[in-house]
């Protein structure tokens, strides 16, 4: 059995990993920030959080698949997060959305995951929109979109 002393360093070597990969996110070192999240994983297999945390870098570096894969695995180790099911939903439809009717939305969605974005966004959707005035679609249609990556979610998840 693991003793107290150990499982408290692993608990902490694991929030440094998150830490680091989140901070090499933000600066678009996603090749970096993946490996920080791949130890975090090692330390703490069953803790959803780096999964979740991964599956947006993978994202990003438009690996929809083992995106989906991540995001599915935090979900099934219980992870909580609000944007759980849209961000799946996003990984599992956007490529064939990224042309058409909801195109802008999902080029939204790929840059407010991007480092630039990340470092002035402080949590306000609709401050920020103007940021981006060559793909800022109207909040109704970026809400309808959402909607509709939450439901291939839940198909996928079979909820």
């Known amino acids: 059995m693991m003793e107290i002393k150990e499982l408290r360093n692993i608990e902490e070597l694991y929030e440094k990993r998150i830490l680091e990969g989140y901070e090499c996110r933000r600066n678009g070192a996603y090749p970096e920030s993946k490996e920080k999240y791949i130890e975090a994983i090692r ?12 599956a947006k870098v993978l994202y990003i570096t438009k690996d929809y698949s083992d995106s989906v894969k991540a995001y599915k695995k935090a979900y099934e180790l219980g992870f909580k997060s609000d944007n759980l099911l849209v961000n799946l939903g996003h990984a599992l439809i956007d490529s064939e959305n990224a ?8 080029k939204r969605y790929d840059i407010g995951l991007q480092p630039a974005y990340m470092k002035i ?7 920020i929109m103007g940021f981006f005035k060559e793909v800022t679609p109207d909040m109704n249609k970026i809400d309808k979109y959402d ?4 439901d291939a979610a839940r198909k996928e998840l079979n909820l």
Do not use: Q, T
């Open 43 to 54: 330390y703490m297999p069953e803790e959803g959080r780096a999964y979740y945390y991964i």
């Open 99 to 106: 042309e058409g009717e909801y195109s802008d939305v999902v």
């Open 121 to 127: 966004n402080r949590g306000n959707r609709k401050k």
């Open 147 to 150: 909607k509709i990556c939450e």
